[in-house]
């Protein structure tokens, strides 16, 4: 293409370019040369400090912590989600005014406000005001403090993950299972097959791509999930609930270490980017292979 | 005996009546192929022998017991279908393995992982290794097994799809219009090689096909179907030549038949307009009836008959057609003639000769009329 030509189409692409510049390219290469600095929120210049950033998180020892609650929330919340909405896209499959109705219903946590629908989560879990709390005292048991016990917050959080999320993947696995043949079906139940037999042989080959796209979309969104931690424990109790992405805004925001938080960015920027890599790497060339 | 015995079977979508109370033999071993026109209820009826469909009222029957309530996948049967259905994920040889697997193996063992690790059934699974390597070699299909569906050619995955359905010796062979998306050259030579595993498997077969040559090529009968009702069950020459209806006569005539309004007279004489025809039918005169003849039953330039004029030729080689427009009544009519027969140029005046045998005439109602030949002097 010419200069000439080209030029009506980069002058187009201008707005979209700065605005991405100043929101995202700027950001991202702020955000890595504070990681390598010591500026803090003061009036003094920034100075180059090498790898101190990333010595002071590592001689903190709460990294690992941090790491092992992001990547337990993350499995409990992506495998939680994929079943979930595998189930409910093969127990809504079948159109009948019931059945949409419940597909609806089962969109609605995904359309609402998070923040809104969280508080009232912590209304529901609350172990005294609770509705559950009020159940378990009825039947003379003693109610569960879901969000203040350490072994309960983080899997109580994935739960709640799951019940926003669950809605988009089951759509997706149902427009799935539209797309499958109804000939193919039916030769498979000819064939001698019963209802177990027809899901392992047709419908989840069909629903294999459509389930690593869930997965990656999920595993982004776990990895994300900063209004759940923020909301329901900020981080406790005792850190047990602590993920990468709540403690880059605690450093920031809280103990006003705005270059470790960069640091700790920085380390989130490689575990997402390890993500995608194997996900185009091996997961892609694998479906395709198949 | 896997006879099936199709009972007063009828089906309604709603207030559409797709099936009228048909009712149909397949005796053991018969290729059988259900032909008409679409829409006719030609697939909904197999889907219903199938149990993927249920029927509004009637029974089929095989082999004597009800299959009224039974699961598709306890019927015995296997389907071909148009689009052949094949799973998409698996090889071509676990495509065919399947039907095996899944009546052979205990569940736990069909599990592609499981199966590894369990000891048990290990020797029936070679059993089905080698019936799916026989019944390849037997459809020429070995070289391509281990290729999925994606990868096969259409003629590899009907071969692939007609192994699927006949590697289990079902007591019934279902095919829905199984070649209808294969080229012409393909869909001949894959006629006659499913007509002759057929033969060499000894499977009943029920053959759904809208093309009135695979039917009339393929089968040893034919039922033709129209509308929801069963027009005619014959063996294909039988169907041919003594068609019970106008229906069937017209479904079974290329490039169409042709049709002449016919009087009759006193003592069942009838006329063509001006001309007596040398055919006499037991009937009330004053009756209409339609005379139906074949383009191939009618010769051109005889002495007598009906006078016409060419208004059109059609070269196909092995033949041609010749588009005639009659002087009393100008109906169009086409004629067939063989190759070697002196083709009359475009615009020639000539009569028309049909061969009175093969005429075939239909009351009001479009029955078939009986009707006695005359001697040609006493026409005159």
Redesign the interface.
């Known amino acids: 293409m010419s200069t000439r030509a080209a030029f009506p189409g980069l002058l187009m692409a201008l707005p979209a370019a700065l605005a991405l510049l100043a929101l995202l390219y700027l950001p991202f290469f702020g955000t890595v040369l504070l990681a390598f600095s010591d500026w803090s929120f003061t009036p003094a210049p920034p100075r180059f400090v090498g790898l101190a950033n990333f010595e002071r998180i590592l001689a903190e020892g709460r990294l690992q912590g941090t790491l092992g609650n992001t990547l337990l929330f993350a499995l409990m919340a992506v495998c939680g989600t994929l079943l979930t909405g595998l189930c409910a896209a093969l127990a809504l499959e079948r159109r009948t005014v019931l059945n949409g109705l419940l597909r609806s219903v089962a969109l609605l946590p995904l359309m609402s406000a998070s923040v809104a629908m969280l508080l009232v989560w912590e209304m529901m879990l609350n172990p005294i005001v609770g509705p559950g709390a009020t159940l378990f005292a009825l039947f003379g048991g003693t109610p569960l403090h879901w969000l203040g016990e350490p072994r309960l917050a983080l899997p109580t959080l994935a739960v709640i993950f799951v019940w926003q999320n669950f809605g988009l993947a089951m759509v997706l696995f149902l427009a799935g299972l539209a797309g499958t ?1 109804a ?2 079906r ?9 209802w ?2 027809e899901l ?3 419908r989840l ?2 629903l ?1 791509p459509i389930a690593l796209f869930v997965f990656v979309v999920a595993l982004i969104r776990a990895l994300q999930a900063f209004d759940l931690v923020a909301v329901l424990t900020r981080g406790g109790p005792d850190g047990a609930s602590r993920t990468l992405i709540y403690a880059i805004f605690e450093e920031a925001f809280r103990y006003f270490r705005a270059d470790v938080a960069a640091a700790l960015s920085l380390v989130f920027f490689c575990l997402v980017a390890a993500i995608v890599l194997t996900k185009v790497l091996v997961l892609d060339r694998a479906m395709r292979g ?1 | 005996m896997p006879d099936l015995a199709i009972r007063g079977v009828s089906k309604q979508f709603g207030r559409a009546r797709i099936l009228d109370d048909v009712t149909l033999d397949v005796v053991d071993g018969e290729f059988l192929a259900l032909l008409g026109p679409s829409g006719c209820g030609k697939t909904t009826l197999l889907r219903i022998v ?3 469909e249920e029927p509004s009222g009637g029974e089929v029957r095989l082999g004597g017991t009800s299959l009224m309530g039974v ?3 306890e ?1 015995n ?3 071909v ?3 052949y ?6 090889t071509a040889r676990r495509n065919i393995a ?2 095996l697997e ?2 052979r193996l205990p ?1 736990l063992g ?2 592609p992982l499981l199966r590894r690790l369990l000891p048990g059934p290990s020797g029936r699974r070679r059993e089905i290794e080698a019936e799916v390597a026989a019944m390849a070699a037997l459809l020429h299909i070995e070289p391509h097994l281990d290729r ?1 569906p994606a990868q096969l050619s259409g003629g590899q995955r009907q071969r692939v799809a007609l192994a ?1 359905a006949m590697v289990r010796q079902p007591l019934l062979f279902l095919m829905d219009e199984p070649l209808s998306n294969l080229d012409a050259a393909l869909r001949g030579a894959m006629r006659i090689e499913i007509v002759r595993l057929q033969r060499r498997l000894g499977v009943t077969c029920l053959y759904v096909t809208h093309d009135h040559a695979e039917a009339l090529g393929m089968a040893d009968r034919v039922a033709v179907l129209a509308e929801g009702r069963l027009q005619q069950v014959a063996p294909p020459a039988e169907l041919y030549e003594h068609p019970a209806n106008l229906f069937v006569a017209r479904f079974l005539a290329r490039p169409r038949l042709n049709e002449f309004p016919l009087h009759v007279a006193e003592g069942g004489v009838l006329r063509f307009g001006a001309h007596r025809l040398p055919l006499i039918a037991d009937i009330a005169p004053g009756a209409t009836l339609t005379l139906g003849l074949r383009a191939e039953d009618l010769a051109l330039g005889g002495p007598e008959g009906p006078a016409a004029t060419v208004e059109h030729l059609e070269h196909h080689g092995p033949e041609s057609l010749v588009h005639l427009r009659l002087e009393e009544g100008g109906a169009e009519i086409v004629a067939r003639l063989a190759r070697g027969e002196s083709m009359p140029p475009r615009g020639a005046r000539l009569h028309v000769s049909p061969d009175w045998s093969r005429a075939h005439l239909f009351d009001a109602a479009g029955q078939a009329v009986a009707t006695r030949r005359i001697a040609a002097e006493a026409v005159a």
């Not at chain 1, 039916?186 to 019963?194: F, H, K, L, P, T």
């Not at chain 2, 259905?85 to 698996?90: C, I, S, V």
């Open positions: 043949e000939q193919i039916e030769a498979v139940r000819i064939d001698g097959a019963g177990a037999d392992r042989i047709v080959p069909a294999a198949s | 199938a149990g993927l699961p598709p996948r019927r049967l296997a389907m279908f148009q689009s259905a094949l799973y998409p994920a698996l399947v039907p899944l009546r569940f069909r599990l999925r699927r």
